[in-house]
């Protein structure tokens, strides 16, 4: 099992930038491919980015790609979102995921067997 556990998120203006963390403990995080999730209110929870193992592998939502970069230290057991040139429409809660499954849905949420509790970004206009 794997305990997952973001940070990073908060109040920035449009245009701005937040990386979010999230940290693993329990089982060998360079098990798991990792994912990112957004949930705004009203809207159901969506794919942003997902990160193979080791890293060779990333994977975008169409609306984050050139802006947001996924990356991961297995060293530290962490995994980050670098979110640039924020957009109002980016406010949400956002969710860490990880799975031991090797799949080409990684989008997916239900290929996800581990979440994190989420951290709130707020992007002002």
């Known amino acids: 099992q794997v305990q997952l556990v973001e940070s990073g998120g908060g109040l920035v203006q449009a245009g701005g930038s937040l990386r979010l963390s999230c940290a693993a403990s329990?089982?060998?995080?360079?098990?798991?491919?990792m994912g990112w999730f957004r949930q705004a209110p009203g809207k159901e929870r969506e794919f942003v980015a997902a990160?193979?193992?080791?890293?060779?592998?990333?994977y975008y939502a169409d609306f984050v790609k050139g802006r947001f970069t996924i990356s991961r230290d297995n060293a530290k057991n962490t995994v980050y979102l670098q979110m640039n040139s924020l957009k109002p429409e980016d406010t949400a809660v956002y969710y860490c995921?990880?799975?031991?499954?090797?799949?080409?849905?990684?989008?997916?949420?239900?290929?996800?067997?581990?979440w994190g509790q989420g951290t709130q970004v707020t992007v002002s206009s």
């Open positions: 990160i193979s193992r080791n890293g060779a592998g990333t």
């Open positions: 329990g089982r060998s995080f360079i098990r798991y491919n």
């Open positions: 995921a990880a799975t031991s499954v090797d799949s080409s849905l990684y989008s997916n949420q239900r290929l996800y067997n581990y």
